[in-house]
């Protein structure tokens, strides 16, 4: 497994519409090569909000930051988690290879899930940009990610 | 991927409340490094109940061993599983950046940290911990290794 890029800037939002969060860019990872990316999340208390976690790769939202997806427990606390997301790159006639694994907590509380692809193909290969995204239902709370890394992973 | 501590002696329970289970030690796992960590786990037939494992790092219990988490299901039958636990560091303002994904027999499921922050500086130590439902049956656990991940 090989480390490909990162991004350790935090970036957080209180937008209760879809904006970009952390990044990883200058990526080349060719058609069948199969890649991990892992990234914290957190969300702050101030209000019983939920808050959303997806994926765009290059500029294609692949991953949707909504409900059913990534998302905080809910509860007015401080909770934070990781994410795990894993795929390949673009080999037709396979155009949505990959998924999300994620864990999060507060207090006494987690949530945890496995998401698919909702929202579009991956574009073709090169994939050269994983983007995180990120949405509030209350602005009252803030919603950080940080800590992304990417890998690939050897064919031979 | 580079492997940093491995335990391959098998523990086993028949306690109903949690205990400890697998250790590794001596880990040096400091703030924001990825890591992983795997560990198989069984159960043997013997009572209509399930078996559930958790996880501790350094003193603190971080996953309780918690019916819908790190769980087998609950026919009267053996099972067995594997358990990952993937996660960062300890990183300020993200005490909970790890989870763990499971899956059993038919059970499978992605856990967050449910009973406390890793309010720590350093990873040393990770233990697996776990309980029976039911005394009759036995929880086993093995082969827990640990990797880290470079960030460069």
Same mark, same amino acid.
């Not at chain 1, 060719?30 to 808050?51: E, M, N, Y």
């Not at chain 1, 006494?108 to 239902?137: E, H, K, M, R, Y």
């Not at chain 2, 399930?50 to 026919?75: F, Q, R």
């Given at each position: /497994?090989?480390?490909?890029?990162?991004?350790?800037?935090?970036?957080?939002?209180?937008?209760?519409?879809?904006?970009?969060?952390?990044?990883?860019?200058?990526?080349?990872?060719?058609?069948?090569?199969?890649?991990?990316?892992?990234?914290?999340?957190?969300?702050?208390?101030?209000?019983?909000?939920?808050?959303?976690?997806?994926?765009?790769?290059?500029?294609?939202?692949? /991953?949707?930051?909504?409900?059913?997806?990534?998302?905080?427990?809910?509860?007015? &606390?401080?909770?934070?988690? &990781?994410?795990?997301?894993?795929?390949?790159?673009?080999?037709?006639?396979?155009?949505?290879?990959?998924?999300?694994?994620?864990? /999060?907590?507060?207090?006494?509380? &987690?949530?945890?899930? &496995?998401?698919?692809?909702?929202?579009?193909?991956?574009?073709?290969?090169?994939?050269?940009?994983?983007?995180?995204?990120?949405?509030?239902?209350?602005?009252?709370?803030?919603?950080?990610?940080?800590? /992304?890394?990417?890998?690939?992973?050897?064919?031979? | 991927? !580079?492997?940093?501590?491995?335990?391959?002696?098998?523990? =086993?329970?028949?306690?109903?409340?949690?205990?400890?289970?697998?250790?590794?030690?001596?880990?040096?796992?400091?703030?924001?490094?990825?890591?992983?960590?795997?560990?198989?786990?069984?159960? =043997?037939?013997?009572?209509?109940?399930?078996?559930?494992?958790?996880?501790?790092?350094?003193?603190?219990?971080?996953?309780?061993?918690?019916?819908?988490?790190?769980?087998?299901?609950?026919?009267?039958?053996?099972?067995?599983?594997?358990?990952?636990?993937?996660?960062?560091?300890?990183?300020?303002?993200?005490?909970?950046?790890?989870?763990?994904?499971?899956?059993?027999?038919?059970?499978?499921?992605?856990?967050?940290?449910?009973?406390? +922050?890793?309010?720590?500086?350093?990873? !040393? +130590?990770?233990?697996?911990?776990?309980?029976?439902?039911?005394?009759?049956?036995?929880?086993?656990?093995?082969?827990?290794?640990?990797?880290?991940?470079?960030?460069?």
């Amino acid at each position: /497994m090989t480390w490909v890029g990162g991004n350790t800037t935090e970036v957080t939002t209180t937008s209760t519409t879809v904006v970009d969060l952390i990044a990883v860019s200058s990526l080349s990872i060719g058609a069948s090569i199969p890649f991990l990316v892992i990234l914290v999340f957190r969300t702050t208390a101030g209000a019983i909000a939920d808050a959303f976690l997806g994926f765009k790769i290059n500029t294609t939202v692949v /991953m949707s930051a909504a409900v059913g997806g990534i998302s905080n427990t809910g509860a007015n &606390q401080a909770e934070s988690g &990781q994410v795990i997301f894993n795929g390949r790159g673009t080999a037709d006639p396979y155009l949505r290879v990959g998924g999300a694994i994620y864990g /999060m907590g507060g207090g006494t509380t &987690q949530i945890g899930l &496995q998401i698919g692809p909702d929202n579009a193909n991956f574009p073709t290969a090169p994939l050269t940009d994983i983007v995180s995204l990120g949405v509030v239902s209350n602005a009252a709370i803030s919603l950080g990610s940080d800590e /992304m890394h990417v890998y690939t992973q050897a064919t031979s | 991927m !580079t492997w940093v501590g491995g335990n391959t002696t098998e523990a =086993t329970t028949t306690s109903l409340t949690a205990v400890d289970l697998i250790t590794v030690s001596a880990l040096s796992i400091a703030g924001a490094v990825p890591f992983v960590a795997q560990f198989s786990y069984r159960k =043997t037939s013997g009572a209509a109940a399930l078996v559930n494992s958790g996880g501790k790092v350094n003193t603190t219990i971080v996953i309780a061993p918690a019916t819908g988490e790190i769980s087998t299901g609950s026919t009267n039958q053996a099972e067995s599983g594997y358990a990952s636990l993937y996660g960062e560091g300890p990183i300020t303002n993200y005490p909970r950046s790890a989870m763990s994904v499971a899956g059993a027999f038919t059970t499978q499921y992605a856990t967050g940290l449910d009973s406390a +922050d890793m309010s720590i500086a350093t990873i !040393t +130590d990770l233990v697996s911990d776990g309980l029976v439902g039911n005394a009759s049956i036995t929880l086993g656990q093995d082969d827990l290794h640990v990797y880290t991940l470079t960030t460069s």
